[in-house]
């Protein structure tokens, strides 16, 4: 569905946004997700080779990565609220902080 469904504490669905595409608001191959310490929401779009970046109810703040990450598959997010992105079409690891700069 290249969507991202919410469910509530029951886990009963609450809302989805997204869809297959490659604007802000729209996903190719979502592979992950992870939330940092304020509660935003991070996607792995492995068909945009990107992670974006949402506030709690859905509204697109950044992109990360789109020059650096190729096929994300998943994203973590430390302590320090640094993000660790594996990457398949480029066998590693990259490493950004949570305004999307490279480290």
Avoid: M, W
């Amino acid at each position: 569905n290249h969507c991202i469904q919410v469910l509530n504490n029951d886990l009963t669905y609450s809302y989805s946004f997204g869809k297959n595409g490659s604007s802000t608001k729209q996903f190719n191959c979502p592979y992950d997700v992870t939330f940092d310490n304020e509660r935003y929401l991070y996607v792995a779009d492995f068909g945009n080779n990107c992670i974006k970046k949402f506030t709690p109810t859905g509204q697109y703040i950044a992109k990360i990565g789109s020059r650096q990450l190729k096929k994300p598959t998943s994203v973590v997010i430390d302590v320090n609220n640094l993000v660790y992105v594996s990457e398949r079409g480029n066998f590693c690891v990259s490493i950004f902080d949570t305004n999307g700069c490279f480290i």
